[in-house]
């Protein structure tokens, strides 16, 4: 039988409800366990010595003792994945948090160790996980995930919510989720952060045209963004 992947499920400063959301998916655990054994895990009890092949690491860097443990899970780790929006982003997920300042330190993982791929959501989608986690054991190149929210949101033939003058983040929303708020007839309010190339100018523009009022932290995140350019 071909050797076990060695896997870490790590916690930095989070609610641990991503790692709470992939050991919940019981039923396909046992699955995933004929390919990969847990060999760290604080929330199983497990600890572990030694290299591991994949480090799936929750929550952002608050404090110095946490950049250090980030740097020992990367110098043991051959592939390391951020898991879920604390990790990826320091925890401003939702948009109307990008423009925000709030004085405590949550900074994502990648300010400090390199990171080899990205989980969104919060908390992570275990669907998502699972697709990565087969990837990454088959050694296959993962797929690229959807830009924006918008782009899944058109297979499903609703009408969109920005024609009926609902405000929805959608178009700036970065994608993965298969838009699951749409789906359950709510609209998106921009949980996995911006995407790459949201144009946040034209997005308000978008609003004043269908007559939607555009909400502050749209016009703040637009100045901060038009400051990043000029600065660059
Ligand atoms: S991304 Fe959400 S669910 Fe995951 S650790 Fe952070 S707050 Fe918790
Ligand atoms: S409803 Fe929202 S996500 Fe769907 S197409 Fe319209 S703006 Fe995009
Ligand atoms: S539709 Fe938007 S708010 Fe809902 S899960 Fe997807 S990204 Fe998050």
Avoid at 108 to 133: A, H, M, Q, R, T
Wanted: hydrophobic share 40%; proline share 2%; glycine share 10%.
């Amino acid at each position: 039988m071909k050797e076990r992947m060695r896997i870490g499920l790590y916690s930095l400063s989070s609610c641990e409800g991503c790692i709470v959301e992939i050991l919940n998916m019981e039923d396909k655990l046992l699955e995933i366990l004929k390919h990969v054994e847990i060999v760290d895990c604080r929330l199983l009890g497990i600890t572990g010595e030694g290299n591991i092949d994949i480090a799936f690491v929750e929550g952002f860097i608050s404090s110095n003792d946490e950049e250090e443990k980030i740097r020992e899970i990367r110098k043991k780790a051959r592939v390391l994945v951020a898991m879920g929006d604390c990790a990826c982003s320091g925890g401003r997920f939702l948009i109307k948090d990008f423009g925000e300042a709030s004085g405590i330190r949550a900074d994502p993982i990648d300010k400090i160790i390199k990171v080899d791929y990205y989980l969104w959501g919060c908390p992570v989608n275990s669907e998502e996980f699972l697709i990565l986690l087969r990837d990454i054991i088959q050694d296959k190149k993962p797929r690229e995930i959807s830009k924006t929210v918008c782009s899944e949101c058109i297979f499903f033939e609703k009408e969109c919510l920005l024609d009926k003058g609902i405000l929805c983040l959608g178009p700036i929303t970065r994608g993965g989720c298969n838009a699951l708020c749409l789906v359950n007839n709510r609209a998106c309010f921009g949980c996995r952060g911006l995407s790459e190339d949201a144009n946040i100018g034209g997005f308000i523009k978008i609003l004043k045209e269908k007559g939607i009022e555009v909400p502050d932290y749209l016009k703040k995140l637009s100045e901060v963004m038009k400051l990043g350019e000029k600065t660059h």
